[in-house]
């Protein structure tokens, strides 16, 4: 249980709140590089509150400014971005990527007024195929962008599977994303028999968790009795301040990103990359999420299915998915009779149908949490010291200023039991080996076997 205070604290965002301010510390994923094309049409964002337009200078460089001219409040949405700015449609005014104003048409020729006029204006970046926002107090010197390991890995590796607006707060989110026991719950099949096409199986419900702080966040082990007397490892990394990776299949790493647009709504991205070589497909959808839904009505499709047409007026209008609370998700009756637990057609959707079903900030203080909510105890209490620390005495938060940090992993493994499972994973989760754990390798296998010939495995 959280107290009414304590939620506002962690949850809200907006400039001025601690969380916010916490946030504004670290560079955030906004979109894919490609969205934002030299001297493209600005596009409508919303990130930590605060409304911006997003455009591409001629030059390259990605510009995140105030969507509203000061010279009498035209929208610079429909403003021209033209040989190094980002010009007004109303009277021309004409501003670069660092908000300052570099032309003013309708003003005498020797007036030297727009020398004195700027708009508020946020540095941007490009890195893995993804352009980020940083709105923190160090616009001249911004630490570096986080090193994440899909950034220094062949663009063939990586897949950006999915990118979606949630209409709720981004801690709920992201508390789903580091809730290991909900996994063989909300996202099972309901036949353990059945292929893994339906969902996922476990015979053991009843996790144990093993939590390691870290400087970025912290890394927690799930662990699991296999029916052999091995143990199974789930091992997820939380990393501030938005960031989760759930236990990798396969040799696959996911990143889910959950940034916060505003109090009440998240802009989520899930990244895939494979340390060991190509992922199928991914050179042709490099940073173009796959939109398809399965036919058979409980098959899991990947991703999140189609977008709603273009939502235009709104902020990332492009990434409204029609599985959402006002489509119940997709849910499906029949399958969820027969097949999986929700009848919802994905993985992602079904976490995000929860999610929403919590309302747009959850009330936490009617929670009743249990001993296997631990990892949600733990990041909530970690942002709210970080927080804190920050207004107090303006210690820099978690990972902010480490951008190296951010090269790590997750995994799923079997291993014998006793066995340490941080130092046997340790290779694979800082990246010093492209090999997957072996067990994991092995148990894999044995997992196809169970599938049905010519299925393929699972993904989320
Ligand atoms: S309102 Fe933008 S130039 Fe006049
Ligand atoms: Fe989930």
């Not at 494979?274 to 999420?289: F, I, K, L, S």
């Not at 951008?403 to 493994?413: E, F, H, I, K, L």
Request: charged letters at 25%; one cysteine or more; hydrophobic letters at 35%.
């Amino acid at each position: 249980m959280l107290s009414a205070e304590d939620t506002d604290l962690l949850c809200r965002v907006g400039p001025g709140t601690p969380m916010g301010e916490l946030m504004r510390r670290y560079w955030l994923p906004v979109g894919y590089s490609w969205e934002y094309e030299t001297d493209g049409q600005p596009q409508r964002v919303r990130v930590l509150g605060e409304d911006l337009v997003a455009w591409r200078a001629s030059d390259g460089t990605p510009a995140f400014t105030e969507p509203q001219c000061p010279h009498r409040g035209a929208g610079f949405f429909y403003g021209r971005n033209e040989e190094s700015g980002l010009r007004c449609a109303y009277h021309g005014w004409k501003f670069d990527a660092s908000g300052q104003c570099v032309d003013m048409p309708n003003e005498p020729a020797e007036s030297n007024f727009r020398r004195k006029v700027r708009i508020r204006a946020y540095r941007g970046a490009d890195y893995g195929g993804v352009t980020w926002i940083y709105m923190g107090p160090r616009q001249d010197d911004p630490p570096g962008v986080p090193q994440f390991e899909w950034g220094l890995t062949p663009p063939e590796n990586v897949s950006h599977a999915q990118k979606i607006v949630y209409e709720c707060n981004w801690m709920q989110a992201l508390e789903g994303e580091l809730d290991s026991t909900h996994v063989y719950v909300l996202h099972r099949r309901l036949n353990a028999d059945d292929s893994p096409r339906y969902g996922l199986f476990h015979n053991d419900q009843r996790a144990r968790f093993h939590i390691e702080e870290k400087p970025y966040g912290f890394t927690y082990g799930a662990e699991r009795s296999e029916l052999d007397g091995n143990v199974y490892w789930r091992t997820t990394q939380f990393l501030f301040p938005v960031y989760g990776m759930f236990p990798a299949q396969d040799g696959v790493v996911p990143l889910s990103v959950y940034l916060p647009v505003d109090d009440h709504h998240t802009l989520h991205m899930g990244v895939w990359w494979n340390p060991a070589g190509a992922m199928p497909g991914a050179a042709q959808e490099y940073g173009r999420p796959r939109e398809a839904l399965a036919e058979e009505p409980g098959m899991l499709a990947p991703g999140v299915g189609p977008m709603k047409p273009e939502q235009r007026g709104r902020f990332f209008s492009k990434w409204w998915p029609q599985a959402a609370p006002d489509s119940d998700f997709l849910m499906d009756v029949r399958a969820k009779r027969a097949r999986n637990a929700t009848g919802i057609p994905t993985v992602r959707l079904q976490d995000s149908a929860v999610i929403h079903s919590m309302g747009r900030i959850m009330d936490r203080t009617r929670e009743h949490l249990g001993t296997t909510d631990v990892s949600i105890i733990r990041a909530r209490r970690m942002l709210l010291r970080a927080a804190m620390q920050l207004r107090e005495d303006g210690t820099p938060p978690p990972g902010s200023e480490r951008p190296q940090d951010y090269y790590v992993r997750s995994c799923a493994a079997i291993l014998p039991p006793g066995a340490d499972w941080e130092a046997e994973l340790d290779d694979w989760h800082n990246c010093r080996t492209s090999e997957p754990p072996r067990k994991v390798a092995e148990a894999n296998r044995a997992f196809k076997e169970r599938a049905l010939p010519g299925e393929p495995a699972y993904r989320t």
